[in-house]
């Protein structure tokens, strides 16, 4: 130990010892003592491992987020990604985040890029191999957009389903009335749908977090459900019926990539007459980050959720009908509580 000291102390007065150094002399040392060193990790390293457990851990689309923002942090660090995760600072973070920005990404977009990246580090600290997480210190970007995301009114609906074809009146349909995303309207199962009983219900699987969601039928929904179930001539409670989709057409691109169904959505609302408007343009700003785009069909859920506010449905009421409920809770529903729910449904316009 006195001789790992020395040789310290000698690269100390040579302007040699720097944290990464001083930890493989501490190392040393260990390992003469019980035969194993500290197990250290590049940074590089570090986020490999990370992505790893987070594969095991979380849905499949959670872990591709953080397996792209630790590959972007890599590149960006270039030969700095081999010094030891302890070297890493807030200036790193920062300057990361600056060059984010300067591709034009939005502001909730780089807050996110953090939180993930701090989420790396937190990690690290509690395994001991850094001392503090460098993105602590970095405050959030507050978005300086004025513009702001908009809701399509019941007579743009009603324009939307006049001018669309195939599954997509369907969809709109579904959409405006449960207030789900694009990729889980398009999922939609028959077997998901219960058209039987007193209070008539779809279990919605949301793709990204596994999580399953209840939402009650509006009456206008349910007639056309029931309609298209008799065109379709899909008979309930059998294997193949169960498993048959609602929107085969769709349902096909939506587990590819929904980046064309988006794009063939801003083709119906350009044939519907809906003018856009642009919140952040790419090609004004010269940057390579993505045109915001005011109106889309997630506006169809934004619109959803403005609905029951506006008619003054509880927050909670609002918030379990779009989506912010446990699996486990969906399943301990009451009939009572999904009254509740279809009262609430209820206020929604005819379209």
């Known amino acids: 130990m006195a001789h790992a000291l020395q040789k310290a102390a000698n690269e100390a007065r040579q302007h040699r010892l720097t944290q990464a150094r001083t930890r493989e002399l501490l190392s040393e040392i260990l390992q003469s003592v019980n035969g194993e060193g500290l197990r250290m990790f590049t940074v590089a ?11 095991k ?45 300067r591709l034009g990404l939005a502001p909730s977009t780089l807050n996110g890029d953090v939180a993930i990246l701090s989420a790396a580090f937190n990690a690290a600290s509690k395994q001991g191999h850094v001392s503090v997480n460098p993105c602590a210190a970095i405050e959030p970007i507050r978005d300086k957009v004025t513009a702001r995301k908009a809701t399509f009114t019941p007579e743009q609906v009603t324009a939307l389903i006049k001018v669309a074809n195939g599954d997509w009146p369907g969809l709109i349909r579904v959409a405006f009335y449960c207030g789900q995303r694009l990729g889980d309207c398009a999922s939609l199962q028959w077997k998901q749908i219960n058209l039987v009983g ?26 056309f459900l029931t309609s298209l179930r008799k065109q379709r001539k899909v008979v309930p409670l059998t294997s193949q019926s169960d498993e048959a989709y609602v929107f085969p057409s769709l349902a096909q691109q939506a587990g590819r990539n929904i980046s064309p169904m988006s794009k063939a959505f801003r083709k119906l609302m350009a044939r519907a007459g809906i003018r856009q408007h642009i919140i952040r343009d790419r090609n004004a700003s010269g940057s390579s980050g993505r045109t915001v785009n005011g109106l889309s069909f997630h506006s169809l859920r ?7 506010a506006n008619s003054g449905v509880p927050e909670e009421i609002r918030m379990a009908l779009a989506g912010h409920t446990s699996r486990e809770m969906g399943q301990r529903y009451t009939h009572r509580e999904l009254a509740i729910y279809r009262e609430a449904v209820s206020v929604l316009p005819r379209i």
């Not at 890493?88 to 300057?95: E, G, M, Q, V």
């Not at 934004?302 to 029951?308: A, D, E, N, T």
């Open 198 to 223: 007193d209070i008539k219900t779809i279990r919605f699987q949301q793709g990204k977090t596994g999580r399953e969601i209840v939402t009650v039928i509006h009456p206008e929904l349910e007639k």
């Open 57 to 101: 851990s979380r849905a499949d689309k959670t872990a591709l987020r953080h397996e792209q923002m630790m590959r972007e942090f890599v590149e960006f660090l270039g030969y700095r990604a081999r010094l030891n995760i302890a070297a890493i600072t807030s200036k790193d973070i920062a300057d990361f985040r600056d060059h984010r920005e």
């Open 302 to 308: 934004r619109g959803f959720v403005s609905c029951l």
């Open 45 to 55: 390293e570090w986020f490999d491992h990370f992505v790893k457990q987070k594969q």
